[in-house]
């Protein structure tokens, strides 16, 4: 079936996925972009309720699409200006699915590290840091008063390994504290303190959860407080501080290698 009206309802609500948080988290649905990252979500067993994609994307990307029509419930052919109606990127490639949300299995009582987000708002620290996660094997992640973890530009920054990763999201960090305090897991809060320990001194526990906070004010105090170590990131050079997603990469290597 051809849509070739930026006005039909189904592309109105697709549009509203993408640029509306509400409209996602009312309907449990958000909008992947992209032939790869829709092929990935795919792959990764999301479910795909509607398939869009436009005549030249089915010319030039069918080697992503083939599956995806295949698992897709409903496939349409799009026009350009629909595809622009839909995308959240200048040039779109004219392929989108609109996905279910769906919870992977977050077992806190297996060894390894877990990582927490606190307050994190800029979309591509959140989406490296997930990256980092993966490629370091991390067991779960918290998302605690973070910006959406479905919205576009985050979905880009994860290269799709938010469709395998372990994520719990928390209006506040200390309900997911509490959480990880009941089942045993060790906390570690990354911060500059005149306390904290040095990372290449720090022992990590069996099963041990790294926090990161804020990008401009870092963890809060009563975070801080909350968790059993503080650790602080030597930095010989003239730098006063890391960006949020170097100091996680640092962070969550640390632990994992010590695994």
């Known amino acids: 079936m051809l849509i070739s009206s930026r006005e039909n309802p189904i592309i109105k609500e697709a549009a509203a996925l993408v640029s509306d948080k509400k409209a996602r988290k009312n309907s449990g649905l958000f909008v992947v972009e992209g032939a790869r990252l829709c092929s990935e979500a795919c792959k990764s067993g999301a479910e795909v309720l509607r398939l869009f994609v ?12 083939s599956d ?5 419930k409903e496939v349409f052919q799009i026009t350009s200006s629909v595809a622009e109606k839909i995308s959240d ?3 779109p490639q004219g392929v989108f699915a609109v996905c279910k949300m769906e919870e992977k299995p977050l077992d806190l009582e297996q060894n390894g590290v877990f990582v927490l987000l606190s307050n994190l708002q800029d979309p591509g620290n959140i989406g490296t840091i997930l990256r980092t996660c993966e490629a370091m094997n991390a067991k779960g992640v918290f998302l605690c ?3 959406d973890c479905f919205s576009p530009k985050v979905l880009r920054g994860t290269m799709g390994c938010i469709f395998r990763l372990p994520i719990r999201v928390f209006s506040e960090t200390a309900k997911a504290l509490s959480l990880l305090k009941e089942a045993g897991v060790s906390t570690y809060a990354s911060a500059l303190s005149e306390n904290a320990l040095l990372l290449p001194d720090v022992k990590f526990s069996e099963r041990a959860c790294v926090l990161i906070g804020n990008e401009g004010n ?11 170590h503080v ?7 003239k730098a006063e501080s890391l ?4 100091a996680a990469a640092i962070m969550i290597y640390s632990a994992a290698m010590q695994k």
Do not use: Q, R, W
């Open 54 to 65: 436009t005549e030249e994307a089915e010319k030039k990307y069918s080697e992503y699409l």
């Open 68 to 72: 995806l029509v295949f698992a897709a």
């Open 89 to 91: 990127t200048k040039t």
């Open 145 to 147: 008063g973070c910006a």
């Open 218 to 228: 870092g963890l809060e105090h009563e975070v801080i407080e909350s968790c059993e």
């Open 231 to 237: 650790v602080m990131i030597p930095m010989p050079g």
């Open 243 to 246: 960006n949020a997603a170097s």
